[in-house]
């Protein structure tokens, strides 16, 4: 690591520190030319590979972009666009390797969709799976029902701890 000050290349570490609940690492560095002292970032590069072979960086914001999308006019704000793009972000970090299909990001986006907002969980749907005809859209609906009515018959654990408290 280059020092920011006389662009000295030798550095040792004085102190490192996890942030962001371990996505990043903050290293305090002392030059050992000038000895100033200067403090690094280091976090975990994610990359989306495209179907077409093409390697990018992961974007919540392009998550964000494409959800707003199916959300146009809905009652979904900004707020629940970015924690569900933070969710996915987790999510697709969750799995530990450095490069991932896009096919898996948008895995990872239906789920807390279907949770936010069904409709347009549809419209999301629909585009990613390229829906081509009105079977495809009825038998979604049908297993969104499904979804709704497990959901519905089976309480989360957090409601049950609370009633047996």
Not at 38 to 60: D, I, N, P, W, Y
Not at 119 to 141: G, M, Q, T
Request: some cysteine; proline content about 3%.
């Amino acid at each position: 690591m280059r020092c920011p000050f006389c662009r000295h290349a030798d550095s040792r570490v004085v102190d490192s520190r996890e942030v962001d609940e371990g996505q990043a690492i903050r290293r305090r560095r002392s030059c050992s030319a000038c000895g100033r002292r200067f403090t690094t970032s280091e976090t975990m590069v994610l990359a989306v590979v495209k179907r077409s072979g093409v390697t990018e960086q992961f974007s919540r914001d392009k998550v964000v972009r494409g959800v707003r999308r199916a959300c146009q006019g809905r009652p979904v704000d900004d707020d629940a666009l970015q924690q569900l793009a933070q969710r996915v972000e987790e999510s697709v970090r969750a799995t530990g390797a450095a490069e991932v299909p896009s096919h898996e990001v948008g895995l990872a986006i239906l789920g807390p969709l279907r949770e936010l907002d069904t409709v347009a969980y549809l419209r999301f749907a629909s585009v990613y799976r390229a829906f081509s005809s009105i079977e495809d859209f009825e038998e979604e609906i049908r297993d969104l029902r499904k979804v709704i009515a497990d959901s519905v018959a089976r309480p989360d654990d957090s409601a049950r701890s609370a009633d047996d408290a």
